[in-house]
C-alpha cells in the first residue's frame, strides 16, 4: 500500500480567512463594521441610567406623569444604549466558518429591538396620561423643574455626541431615544413651570402625550428601516428595475435573470444574478463592463455573476 505524502496542517481559522480574503479585483469592503467609538456609548449607558433613577424618584415624590415618564425614556435609553454597545462589539468581528458575511446585522437588530421597546414605552404614557386626565394628582412644580433641568443638560450633552455618527442605523436608533428624553424634559420643565404658577394640573399628561406622538413618526423610520434590512430587502437608494435594464442593454448580454441585490452590512450593497450570453469567450470583457456600470452608476461593489450561454432559436 503506497504511503501517502505528509500534508502541511492548515487550521480552521487560518483556512476560514483564506477563503474569505478579498484579492485583486475582488470587492474592496470589509464585511465587519469599524469606525464606531464605543466609549461614548458606555459613558452615555451609565449617565442615563444613573440619572434616570435620579428622575424617578423625584417624579414619584412630585407625582409627576412628565418626570415619571422622562425617567421612563431614560431607562430605555440606558438600555438602548447598552443594546448598541454590544452590536457593535459584534458587529466588529470578522467572518468566521458559522458566520460568513460577518455580523455587521446586529447592529440592525438592536435598532429594531430598542425602536419596538420605544413604541410600547410610548403606549404606556399614553394610557397613563389618559387616567391622569379623569383622576389629576397634585403635583410639585418646582421639584419637576429642577429635575427636568438637569436632565435636559444631560440629554443634550448624549444628544450632541450621538449625532456624530450617522452612518450607523444602530446609534441613530439610540439617538432617538436620547432626542425623546430631550423632548421629555423640555416637556417637563414646561409643565414644572405652568403648575407652578397656574395650578393647571392638566398640563402635565398633554404634554406627555405631545412627546410621545412627536416620537412616534421617528420611531416608526426606524423600526421600517432596520426590518427592510434584517429582511434583505434592495436597498433604497438602488432602483432594482433599473439595474437590470442597464445591465440587459451591455453589449454581449442577450438577458438577465435570477438577480437579487441587497445590503451584507449597512452601507454596502451586493448583487448576485445569471447573465445569459452568446459567445463565452466574451465573458472576461462583458464581466469588466458590468463590474464598470454597477460600481458607477449604483454604487454597487460586490459583484457575483454566473455566465450562461444562450440556446439559439431557429431563424435567428
Excluded at 55 to 65: C, D, H, K, M, P
Excluded at 220 to 246: K, N
Excluded at 262 to 289: C, S, Y
Aim: net charge negative; no cysteine.
Amino acid at each position: 500500500m503506497r504511503e501517502q505524502p505528509d500534508m502541511p496542517e492548515v487550521s480552521g481559522v487560518h483556512r476560514a480567512s483564506e477563503l474569505h480574503a478579498h484579492r485583486a479585483g475582488d470587492a474592496a469592503h470589509r464585511h465587519e463594521l469599524t469606525g464606531r467609538n464605543p466609549k461614548v456609548l458606555a459613558v452615555g449607558a451609565a449617565l442615563t441610567l444613573i440619572f434616570a433613577a435620579v428622575e424617578a424618584f423625584a417624579g414619584l415624590l412630585s407625582n409627576s406623569l412628565a418626570l415619571i415618564s422622562d425617567a421612563g425614556h431614560m431607562l430605555t435609553d440606558s438600555a438602548s444604549l447598552v443594546f448598541a454597545l454590544l452590536a457593535q462589539f459584534v458587529a466588529r468581528r470578522p467572518p468566521s466558518p458559522n458566520n460568513s458575511f460577518g455580523l455587521g446585522r446586529a447592529e440592525s437588530l438592536a435598532a429594531f429591538i430598542n425602536a419596538l421597546a420605544m413604541l410600547v414605552l410610548i403606549g404606556w404614557i399614553a394610557v397613563e396620561a389618559i387616567s391622569r386626565f379623569r383622576a389629576p394628582l397634585p403635583v410639585q412644580g418646582e421639584t419637576v423643574f429642577t429635575v427636568a433641568a438637569i436632565g435636559l443638560l444631560i440629554n443634550l450633552a448624549m444628544a450632541w455626541l450621538l449625532s456624530r455618527d450617522r452612518n450607523s442605523v444602530n446609534t441613530r436608533a439610540a439617538l432617538i431615544h436620547v432626542i425623546g428624553d430631550l423632548l421629555g424634559s423640555i416637556a417637563a420643565i414646561a409643565a414644572g413651570v405652568i403648575i407652578y404658577f397656574t395650578g393647571w394640573l392638566p398640563i402635565d399628561p398633554l404634554l406627555s402625550i405631545a412627546v410621545s406622538l412627536l416620537l412616534l413618526k421617528s420611531t416608526v423610520g426606524i423600526l421600517r428601516e432596520s426590518y427592510h434590512f434584517l429582511m434583505e430587502g434592495v436597498p433604497r437608494h438602488i432602483d432594482y428595475l433599473q439595474v437590470g435594464a442597464d445591465l440587459a442593454a451591455i453589449d454581449g448580454v442577450r438577458s438577465v435573470h435570477d438577480l437579487h441585490v441587497w445590503e451584507m452590512t449597512p452601507g454596502e450593497p451586493a448583487l448576485i444574478g445569471h447573465v445569459e450570453i452568446v459567445h463565452l469567450e466574451r465573458w472576461p470583457d462583458i464581466l469588466r463592463d458590468i463590474r464598470h456600470v454597477l460600481l458607477t452608476r449604483h454604487h454597487i461593489d460586490h459583484v457575483t455573476l454566473q455566465p450562461e450561454l444562450t440556446r439559439m432559436v431557429e431563424g435567428q
